[in-house]
């Protein structure tokens, strides 16, 4: 087991993860904006990363 705790602003977020399972418990914070962002931003990549390697061939 791992126990960790981050503080962001002035809220701490505590979490517990299984090192066996990879079960993670506890409570993170989310920002929304940035995960659509980081996911939209991987796409892109992954897109373009395909559309290079289809276009190689």
């Given amino acids: 087991m791992w126990v960790a705790a981050n503080k962001y602003p002035v809220k701490n977020y505590r979490f517990v993860v299984d090192g ?3 079960h993670v418990k506890g409570e993170r914070p989310q920002f929304k904006g940035k995960i659509a962002i980081a996911l939209l931003i991987g796409l892109i990549i992954t897109g373009g990363i395909g559309f290079l390697m289809a276009t190689q061939r």
């Fill in 20 to 22: 066996q399972t990879g």
